[in-house]
């Protein structure tokens, strides 16, 4: 079974998304054999380096009040804890490009999935910039990447057009929200779903019974 997860650093319910679907893959076990692909997708890709004040963006991005953005902030800490990721301050919000750049580098040395872990828990749960170089060759450390070899990749501007056509390809397939798992590059399952949805779709989809 092949699993698309396109997410973004940035996004709070990819952090529960992906915690809660390898939950469920830890579930399904050995029945079926799954290929984990993690692929690219911008909240904001015209985010500037400086970032921005998350309040304020998400205020004037959603139209949130600040009692919305209190309650929503304590739903995605109660639902990460549920699936073991526990979330801190996360004050601004960044340009995460280079971290999908990364992402990429990291896939063809087949720690994708390390370094994802280690950007998210970088982000949601320390509050640090995933767009910073210094955070950036943290996290490769952290996922058992060289980090002489990460930042390289980052000083060089390697596999910016490998990025942007993949995100492309997910735009044109018609994916505009994250997180988004395809699997079998057929089937759709949308948001951070908690670990029983994952695990009955799962199912469902390789033919196995409840």
């Known amino acids: 079974m092949k699993i698309d997860f396109v997410s973004d650093v940035a996004c709070p319910w990819c952090a529960v998304g992906l915690n809660s679907l390898e939950r469920a893959l830890g579930n399904l076990g050995e029945a079926v054999d799954v290929e984990l692909y993690f692929r690219p997708f911008e909240l904001n890709p015209q985010m500037g380096p400086e970032g921005e004040d998350a309040a304020e963006h998400l205020s004037r991005k959603y139209g949130l009040m600040p009692e919305q953005l209190a309650r929503n902030r304590a739903v995605i800490r109660q639902r990460g804890a549920e699936v073991g990721f526990e979330f801190g301050d996360r004050t601004r919000v960044w340009n995460t490009f280079d971290a999908h750049r990364l992402l990429h580098w990291a ?76 699997v079998n590059d057929r089937h759709l399952i949308q948001g951070g779903q908690p670990p029983e949805v994952f695990e009955q779709a799962l199912r469902q989809l390789a033919g196995l019974s409840a």
């Open 107 to 182: 896939g063809l040395e087949g720690r994708q999935r390390d370094l994802k872990h280690a950007l998210l828990r970088a982000y949601h749960g320390r509050g640090e910039n995933p767009g910073a170089q210094d955070v950036l060759v943290k996290a490769a450390s952290e996922a058992g990447l060289d980090a002489d070899r990460a930042r390289d990749v980052l000083e060089s501007g390697r596999y910016a057009d490998e990025v942007r056509a993949e995100e492309r390809h997910w735009q044109q397939l018609g994916i505009h929200s994250v997180p988004s798992v395809i």
